[in-house]
Nanobody, 123 residues
Framework: QVQLVESGGGLVQTGGSLRLSCAAS????????MGWFRQAPGKEREFGAT???????YYADSVKGRFTSSRDNAKNTVYLQMNSLKPAGTAVYYC?????????????????WGQGTQVTVST
C-alpha cells in the first residue's frame, strides 16, 4: 500500500483536454498496477483505465480513443491524458493501486486510493 495524491482536475469545455497526475509515496510504485476510476454524483464508481507496471494499458469503452494513461516510475507518478472531453465525463477522478498482476475493473480489488480530483466538463 502506498499513499496516492491526484491533481490536475478543473473546469474545461466540451472537446477540451486535461492531464491528471497521481503521485505516489513509497519505493514500490514501479511494481504496482494502477487504475483510474471516476464517480459522478449519485452514480457508482466506474472504471476508466488501468496501466500495468510494464506500461500495458486497458481502457473502458467510454473513454477508449480519447484517454491515455502513462507512467513515469522514476517520478513515482501515473498520468491520465484526457482529450475530447464530454459533459458525461464530469466526475471526481481517482487513482488507485494494486500489486496483483491481473487487470481488474472492480474498485474493491484496488487496495490504495487517492483523495480524488474534480473534473467538470461544461457544455
Amino acid at each position: 500500500q502506498v499513499q496516492l495524491v491526484e491533481s490536475g482536475g478543473g473546469l474545461v469545455q466540451t472537446g477540451g483536454s486535461l492531464r491528471l497526475s497521481c503521485a505516489a509515496s513509497g519505493r514500490t510504485f514501479s511494481t504496482l498496477t494502477m487504475g483510474w476510476f471516476r464517480q459522478a454524483p449519485g452514480k457508482e464508481r466506474e472504471f476508466g483505465a488501468t496501466i500495468w507496471s510494464y506500461a500495458t494499458t486497458y481502457y473502458a469503452d467510454s473513454v477508449k480513443g480519447r484517454f491515455t494513461s502513462s507512467r513515469d516510475n522514476a517520478k513515482n507518478t501515473v498520468y491520465l491524458q484526457m482529450n475530447s472531453l464530454k459533459p458525461a465525463g464530469t466526475a471526481v477522478y481517482y487513482c488507485a493501486g494494486r500489486r496483483a498482476i491481473a487487470w481488474t475493473v472492480v474498485p474493491t480489488e484496488y487496495a490504495c486510493w487517492g483523495q480524488g480530483t474534480q473534473v467538470t466538463v461544461s457544455t
